[in-house]
């Protein structure tokens, strides 16, 4: 599990979140069906009460940068 500003990622969230792209690709990339990436996107969007693409790529911003600054620090 990835804790990181404030929310935490766990299974396939991570992968899933760090595509800026459609589900499509999403799908591609990782051999997964579109309505699986469809279905786990909706957990994410859920889970971190969130309706947009655009919130979510700002959860992940956020969470990249507060990874790479306790990587940093250690």
Do not use: W
């Amino acid at each position: 599990m990835l804790r990181a500003a404030g929310f935490a990622f766990s299974g396939r969230g991570p992968c899933l979140c760090g595509f800026a792209k459609s589900m499509t690709v999403i799908a591609t990339q990782l051999y997964l069906s579109v309505g699986t990436v469809k279905s786990h996107m909706a957990n994410i969007y859920r889970k971190f009460g969130i309706h947009s693409h655009q919130e979510l790529l700002d959860i992940v911003d956020s969470v990249q940068a507060e990874f790479s600054k306790n990587t940093k620090d250690n």
